[in-house]
């Protein structure tokens, strides 16, 4: 029903800033509450940051990135963005665009394929 392409990833020093993009298909974007999730080497998929379906009154975000990512939504452009700023070596991993219909999840029903974020210090 919904497919997702995330974009944006890269190599960024510490420090640093990247923005990321998720770009969804069809017209009912703006009905999915989206996320994005991030897994490094070895580690569990964890949380990262929400935003509510419609006009994203809501967000949602780690503790770990509170107040240096920004999740945000264009739902003409059909896109979801994740800016990173003051990036750390420890935000390096493969990060994940997910969505679910009318809903925030931990476990969305839809997945994009990825994009590496890597954080040299």
Same mark, same amino acid.
């Given at each position: 029903?919904?497919?997702?392409?995330?974009?944006?990833?890269? %190599?960024?020093?510490?420090?640093?800033?990247?923005? %990321?993009?998720?770009?969804?298909?069809?017209?009912?974007?703006?009905?999915?509450?989206?996320?994005?999730?991030?897994?490094?080497?070895?580690?569990?998929?964890?949380?990262?940051?929400?935003?509510?379906? $419609?006009?994203?009154?809501?967000?949602?975000?780690?503790? $770990?990135v509170k107040g240096r990512f920004t999740i945000s939504r264009d739902n003409a452009k059909n896109t979801v963005y %994740?800016?990173?700023n003051s990036l750390k070596s420890e935000d390096t991993a493969v990060y994940y665009c997910a969505a679910d219909y %009318? $809903?925030?999840?931990?476990?969305?029903?839809?997945?994009?394929?990825?994009?590496?974020?890597?954080? $040299?210090?």
């Amino acid at each position: 029903q919904v497919q997702l392409v995330e974009s944006g990833g890269g %190599l960024v020093q510490a420090g640093g800033s990247l923005r %990321l993009a998720c770009a969804a298909s069809g017209r009912t974007f703006r009905n999915y509450g989206m996320s994005w999730f991030r897994q490094a080497p070895g580690k569990e998929r964890e949380f990262v940051a929400a935003i509510s379906w $419609s006009g994203g009154a809501t967000t949602h975000y780690a503790d $770990s990135v509170k107040g240096r990512f920004t999740i945000s939504r264009d739902n003409a452009k059909n896109t979801v963005y %994740l800016q990173m700023n003051s990036l750390k070596s420890e935000d390096t991993a493969v990060y994940y665009c997910a969505a679910d219909y %009318l $809903s925030l999840t931990t476990n969305p029903a839809y997945w994009g394929q990825g994009t590496q974020v890597t954080v $040299s210090s």
